[in-house]
């Protein structure tokens, strides 16, 4: 009896199994699942409790940083850069080195196309044509008997290997280039070599640059200036300019729906004008009812608006209340020049630990198997540290921002952000930082190696069917890992986030960004597509007009406008400083929109939990919020 109720027992449904609370794989199965509830620890902020996260992942870091300065100093230790940055005469003998170390200069006899592979070592740079060459005796050059003047009046192109003698100048203490400010025949002939060695044009420009240094501090003051301006402008009209924005959108478009209507009525109006006119009917209907959904749509998302334009107001807030943020990135950015600046060395000595060797055409170096992995091992790693570099910078700006948010309308608002954000990064969270950015830079090297085969591919003169398939496979192989890196940094943002927030390792911060934004969709998007229009709209507007301030003060004043030989560099150089500054303050506003909107929901669900009004949000988002909750509105409204 007992086996037949046992039988008979009601079994669990497929959904109520799913969602047992007792196993934790299966409830991720389930379509409905949006994450466990929030940590009540971090009601009042970022966890102070914090703990090591990912320490296993730091110590693989540590070892591999090791490893890699100490592959570096291998490099510096047996690698000779002389090997590459002097140059080789035709028979594979390289000027300034060794038996040929009073031969510093690399001359070309005959320098017109097809014939640079037909070159010698000399002393020095012949200034004349009757100039004497001392050289470096080869199997090619068995003397030094050089004459070049007899043939002047001649084309060079019927004489061959001719053993020129000519105007040069020396170039980098390695190159004998021609001179030719004296014979026209000789410019003509030697124009390709001019276009490639005359650098006196640069020279100007740099100089342009030295004499109208005043002006870049100039522009640098008006791009903060400006920047300041941009954000000050976003606090009071952003509201009024998104609106006005949505609303000629939809005028516009309903304006050219018309235009279309009235062409197809009155100007197609004979019988052989039929299929036109049912074209531009049709094409107007279109329009029309696109218009429709976008204003359905904006009906629908004016609320979720709402909030973004609040979250941007708000970051503005934490820039005018930690102003100092602004000198995180170009800390970050000077460690990174320097870092970059020992890789390239690294590199150099490392690419030079090889042999020469010698062939019919000219010499190249070879190296062994170790020398090859290490230079690889080297260039893995300079994704590694950078894109951690980038993490640390990110990580610190977020936790700041964080800090900054629980902390308005307490006690707790003298502590500093910055520095506690700094700290926080280093004593805790270094692993889960190099484990964010150590996806991110295998990625990079999977884009890296996939164009590098591309291009190999696409090199060769074959015409194969096979290679243009491969080359195919490779370009969509690139843009799945196209995808794959937008996807890992958005997800390495917003995990930066959850960990400045509630100290948890990588792993388990990317799955709660994952929810969160999964429960918050749609707020998510909004506020990608409107902030990211007004980024990058600043970004260009504190870059164009910093640009025409700098560019309008050196040819109107004559102090500049006289002493440089064009405006053409100071410019390219105040658009590109403009450039940076507009990307610092804009990267930095946008990480705090980011970071914004995840503390506004998560104080959001606390709020909804204890039905309370939220006691850490800036005053913009306390009226927003309390604009939400309030019941009279709510009973009014439909959607918006």
């Known amino acids: 009896m ?10 669990p449904t497929r959904n109520e199994y799913l969602l047992d609370s007792k196993s934790q794989y299966n409830k991720h199965l389930d379509p409905n699942y949006t994450g466990e509830p929030i940590d009540d620890s971090i009601y009042y902020g970022p966890t102070y409790n914090r703990k090591c996260t ?27 850069p002389d090997l590459l940055t002097h140059p080789y005469d035709s028979s594979g003998n390289q000027c300034g080195i060794g038996s040929a170390s009073d031969y510093k200069y ?44 007899e043939y002047s009046n001649e084309p060079l192109s019927e004489y061959g290997y001719i053993r020129g003698v000519y105007p040069t100048t020396g170039y980098f203490s390695r190159f004998c280039f021609p001179d030719t400010s004296n014979r026209k025949w000789l410019f003509d002939s030697y124009d390709e070599v001019r276009d490639t060695s005359d650098y006196q044009i640069l020279i100007k420009w740099f100089s342009d640059v030295i004499v109208t240094w005043p002006v870049i501090g100039i522009v640098v003051a008006v791009a903060f200036g400006f920047a300041f301006i941009y954000l000050i402008f976003l606090r ?72 973004a334009i609040a979250i941007m107001k708000t970051s503005t807030l934490f820039l005018k209340d930690v102003w100092y943020a602004i000198f995180v990135p170009p800390l970050f950015f000077a460690i990174t020049v320097v870092f970059y600046i020992y890789w390239v060395c690294a590199i150099l000595y490392l690419y030079s630990d090889g042999k020469i060797k010698k062939n019919s055409e000219s010499p190249y170096l070879s190296w ?15 994704l590694w540290v950078n894109t951690f570099i980038v993490a640390l910078n990110n990580f610190i700006l ?12 307490t ?87 959850q960990i400045a927030i509630q100290s948890t390792s990588f792993c388990k911060a990317a799955r709660d960004a994952y929810f969160l934004i999964l429960r918050n969709a749609a707020r998510f998007l909004t506020l ?43 410019t390219i150089v105040f658009l590109f400083i403009s450039y940076i500054i507009a990307s610092l303050f804009i990267g930095i506003y946008e990480t705090a929109c980011d970071c914004l909107l995840q503390c506004f929901l998560i104080d959001e669900e606390f709020s909804n939990k204890k039905q309370r009004a939220p006691e850490h949000a800036p005053e913009l988002l306390v009226a927003f919020m309390n604009r939400e909750r309030d019941p009279g509105r709510a009973s009014k409204r439909c959607c918006c």
Not at 2 to 11: A, D, H, L, P, R
Not at 369 to 376: E, K, L, T
Not at 398 to 409: D, G, L
Request: aromatic share 20%; glycine share 6%; net charge positive.
């Open 2 to 11: 007992g086996n037949k109720n046992s039988e008979n027992k009601t079994q």
């Open 54 to 80: 990912d320490f296993l992942f730091l110590f693989l870091f540590i070892a591999f940083l090791l490893a890699w300065i100490i592959i570096g100093f291998y490099g510096f230790a047996h690698g000779d």
């Open 106 to 149: 690399l001359y070309y006899p005959f320098p017109l196309s097809g014939y640079f592979n037909y070159s010698v070592c000399i002393k020095d740079c012949p200034d004349s044509y009757e100039y004497n060459i001392t050289c470096y005796k080869t199997h090619i050059f068995k003397d030094c008997i050089f004459g070049f003047e």
């Open 236 to 307: 009071y009209f952003i509201g009024i300019v998104v609106w006005l924005s949505i609303l000629g959108v939809f005028s516009a478009l309903l304006i050219f729906a018309a235009l279309i209507q009235w062409t197809a009525t009155n100007k197609y109006q004979d019988d052989t004008d039929k299929e036109t006119r049912k074209t531009l009917w049709a094409f107007s209907a279109f329009l029309y009812a696109f218009d429709a959904l976008f204003l359905i749509y904006i009906v629908f998302m004016c609320n979720r608006i709402r909030l």
């Open 368 to 382: 062994n198997g170790d020398s090859r992995n290490a230079i690889v091992f080297e260039f893995f790693g300079m």
């Open 398 to 409: 977020s936790s700041a921002v964080c800090i900054w948010y629980f902390s308005q309308n």
């Open 411 to 497: 006690d707790s608002r003298a502590q500093t952000p910055i520095s506690t954000s700094f700290y926080r990064a280093f004593r805790y969270h270094q692993g889960s930082l190099a484990f964010g950015s150590f996806l991110l830079a295998i990625i990079w090297a999977i884009k890296i190696v996939l164009k590098v085969l591309k291009a190999v591919l696409k090199s060769t003169q074959t015409k194969q069917k096979e290679n243009k398939l491969i080359v195919l496979a490779i370009s969509c192989l690139i843009c799945y890992a196209n995808c794959f890196e937008r996807f890992a940094k958005f997800i390495n943002k917003n995990a930066y986030i």
């Open 528 to 570: 990608g597509t409107i902030g990211g229009i007004f980024m990058v709209l600043g970004k260009w507007v504190i870059t164009i007009f910093t640009t025409w301030v700098g560019y309008m003060i050196i040819t109107n004043n004559s102090k500049w406008n006289d002493k440089i030989y064009s405006p053409v560099f100071p």
